[in-house]
């Protein structure tokens, strides 16, 4: 009878423990599915890009740092797993690599000022590990209104190291600025034109210097 009574007690004991794991914080599996990957700020900026990149580029979205960078060879045991570590803990919101080859080419960072200010502060680590491997990285300000040639001329010029796309004006490209062309009537002065120039607007200038000099300055 005793022996019934310790197991049926045990066993209550066993039930109440395994409820108390399935109920309390530290279960292994709290999970819930989110509703959206994306937040609308990185899905409305993820398609801006592809749509500024074209076919050639792949947008990677959300890529660890871990994942992009490496320790370089001679670095101690101790400092490499410290950067490890702390590679691991960061991520980038874009990563941009070539279609066919897959070559990273650069990242980009959404700042978002509003809200819970989301990377507003620059991250020294990310940049540095960046910079370190040569990575190009740019930080973009979450912005409403931004066009297609806008992140296209940001990503050639700051990433791709090509120049931004030429503006366009009712269908026509702007031509680089052209050196306005001399008048006709302002043609090179001979030295006695210069002399004769120089005596009637500094009459004192003129006596003092010579006529080789005179012919030296520009005109």
């Not at 794991?21 to 592809?50: G, H, M, W, Y």
């Not at 740019?138 to 090509?162: F, P, Q, W």
């Amino acid at each position: 009878m005793e022996l019934i009574l310790f197991a049926m007690i045990s066993l209550i004991v066993i039930v109440a423990m395994l409820a108390s794991r399935l109920t309390d914080n530290s279960f292994p599996f709290p999970f819930d599915r989110k509703t959206a990957i994306f937040t609308p700020a990185e899905k409305n900026f993820q398609n801006l890009v592809e749509q500024a990149m074209g076919d050639r580029y792949r947008i990677i979205n959300r890529v660890k740092l871990a994942d992009i960078v490496t320790i370089r060879n001679g670095v101690s045991n101790r400092a490499g797993q410290t950067a490890a570590n702390n590679a691991n803990s960061k991520y980038l919101d874009f990563v941009i690599c070539d279609r066919d080859s897959m070559k990273l080419l650069g990242a980009i960072d959404l700042v978002d000022t509003k809200g819970k200010g989301y990377k507003v502060k620059k991250d020294w680590f990310v940049s540095g590990a960046l910079e370190a491997a040569a990575v190009p990285h740019i930080r973009i300000k979450v912005k409403a209104n931004y066009t297609v040639d806008e992140i296209r001329a940001c990503i050639n010029s700051r990433i791709l190291g090509n120049n931004a796309p030429s503006p366009k004006v009712k269908g026509r490209v702007i031509p680089a600025a052209l050196v306005k062309a001399r008048p006709r009537s302002a043609a090179a002065l001979s030295p006695a034109a210069a002399q004769a120039q120089l005596q009637k607007d500094a009459p004192a200038m003129a006596r003092q210097l010579s006529s080789s000099q005179v012919a030296a300055l520009p005109h």
